[in-house]
C-alpha cells in the first residue's frame, strides 16, 4: 500500500525526496485520520448507550437523532480559554497531554488493520505496543506533577500504580499467545488463525498446520479462555474504565491527573482514552479472535473484508467496554490491588505454566 501511494506521489510531483517525504508523512497520518472518525462514533454510541441504560434519550437536538452533538462538543472545546494554573510546571504541564496522545498514537503502528495495510510490519510488533503505551505513564505523571495540585498528584499517582499493576497480568496473556503462535509480529499471529472460527487462539489455535499437536491443540482451549478474561480484565483497568475508573474518582479527586485542564488540552486525555480503548480492543481480537480474518474461512474474507472484520471486532470490544463503564460501580484502591496482585496474576502465571506445558507436548 506505501507503494502504491509513493507510485502515486511520484506520478503527480515527480521522482525526489519530497515525493518520498510526503508518502511517509500521508501513510503515518492515515491513523490519525481513524482515531478521528472512531472517537466521533464512540462518543456517540457512549452517549446514546448510557442514555438507553439509564432510561433516558440521551442527545437528539443537534442534527438529526442527535448525530452532531460530538461534532458541536468539539467545536465547543476549540472555543474554550486554554487555563493553566499560576504556579504550574507550564514546560510539563504543557507537555503531558501531547505525550499522553502519542503514546497511544504509537500503537496504531502495529496494528494488522487487513492483510494488506500495516504501518509497520514489526517483528516484535506486540512488545512494541506495549512498551510504546508505557509513555502513557510518563505522561500521567507529568500531568500530575506539573499541575501543582495535589489532587491532581494523587489521581496520577493512583493512574501510575494501577497502570504498572496491570501490565503484568495483560503481559502475561500476551505471553499465552505468543508461546502458542511462536512470534511477536502482529501480522503473523493474525494469519495463522485463517481457515475459520476453530482456528482462533481463543479455541486453542490453528488445527490444520502439520507439527502443531495435530488434533490435540483443543486442549488448550479453556487455558486459552483464561487468559483471554484476564486481558480483557486488565484491559479495562489499563484503559482506566469502570470499574477502575479510581484515577478519576469525582468523590474524592475531582477529575484526578487532569483537573486543571481545559479546552483542546483536556480534549487530547478525551481523545487518548478513546485511542487506548480501540487499541487494547484491536489487540484482543488479534491476539484471540483471529484479526482480519473471516470466522468462515475464505467466505467473506480477501484485504477489504479483512478490513472489516478487523474493525468490527475492535469496535464490538469497544462497546463491551462502555456498556461495562454504565453498568458496574466502581472498585475501591484496595480492592483493585487485591484483584490484580492475588488473583489476576497468580492465575494468569498458572496458564502460562500450563500453556507452556502444552505447547511443548503438542510441538514436540
Known amino acids: 500500500m506505501f507503494d502504491g501511494l509513493r507510485d502515486l506521489l511520484v506520478s503527480l510531483l515527480g521522482k525526489g525526496d519530497l515525493s518520498d517525504i510526503l508518502a511517509v508523512v500521508v501513510y503515518s497520518a492515515m491513523p490519525l485520520v481513524v482515531i478521528l472518525l472512531y472517537a466521533l462514533f464512540a462518543i456517540y454510541a457512549e452517549m446514546k448507550l448510557s442514555a438507553f441504560l439509564q432510561d433516558r434519550l440521551g442527545p437528539m437536538r443537534t442534527g438529526p437523532m442527535g448525530l452532531l452533538q460530538p461534532i458541536a462538543d468539539i ?34 503502528a502495529a496494528l494488522p488493520f487487513s492483510a494488506a495495510y500495516i504501518g509497520a510490519r514489526i517483528n516484535l510488533g506486540i512488545f512494541y505496543i506495549v512498551a510504546a503505551s508505557g509513555l502513557v505513564v510518563v505522561g500521567l505523571l507529568m500531568a500530575g506533577w506539573g499541575s501543582n495540585n495535589k489532587y491532581s498528584l494523587f489521581g496520577s499517582m493512583r ?15 500476551i505471553l499465552c499467545v505468543v508461546m502458542v503462535a511462536g512470534s ?22 490453528p488445527k490444520h498446520l502439520a507439527g502443531f499437536g495435530g488434533g490435540y491443540s483443543w486442549l488448550l482451549t479453556p487455558f486459552m479462555l483464561v487468559a483471554f478474561v484476564i486481558y480483557i480484565v486488565a484491559s479495562l ?14 468523590s474524592e479527586l475531582v477529575a484526578g491527573y487532569h483537573t486543571e485542564y481545559s479546552a483542546m488540552k483536556f480534549a487530547l486525555f478525551f481523545l487518548a482514552e478513546y485511542a487506548n480503548m480501540f487499541v ?5 481480537s488479534v491476539l484471540f479472535l483471529g484479526g482480519w480474518n473471516s470466522p468462515f474461512g475464505d467466505v467473506l474474507g480477501g484485504p477489504v473484508m479483512g478490513l472489516f ?8 470490544f469497544v462497546l463491551i467496554q462502555i456498556w461495562i463503564r454504565w453498568t458496574l460501580p466502581r472498585l475501591r484502591v484496595d480492592q483493585l490491588m487485591n484483584i490484580c ?7 494468569g502465571m498458572a496458564t502460562v505454566l500450563v500453556i507452556g506445558t502444552l505447547v511443548t507436548w503438542l510441538v514436540h
Open 75 to 108: 467545536l465547543k472545546l476549540l472555543q474554550k480559554e486554554d487555563i493553566s494554573p499560576k504556579d504550574a510546571d507550564k514546560k510539563l504541564f504543557n507537555m503531558s497531554p501531547f505525550i499522553v496522545f502519542i503514546g497511544s498514537y504509537l500503537g496504531f
Open 237 to 250: 483497568a489499563e484503559t482506566n474504565r469502570v470499574p477502575f475508573d479510581i484515577p478519576e474518582a469525582e
Open 341 to 347: 496482585w492475588k488473583v489476576m496474576i497468580p492465575f
Open 280 to 284: 487494547v480492543s484491536a489487540i484482543a
Open 159 to 173: 493512574s501510575v500504580a494501577q497502570i504498572v499493576s496491570y501490565e503484568i497480568p495483560t503481559g502475561l496473556a
Open 184 to 205: 511477536m509480529d502482529m501480522q503473523t499471529i493474525s494469519k495463522l488463525q485463517e481457515g475459520g472460527i476453530q482456528n482462533w487462539f481463543l479455541f486453542g489455535g
Open 309 to 316: 472484520w478487523f474493525v468490527g471486532k475492535a469496535i464490538f
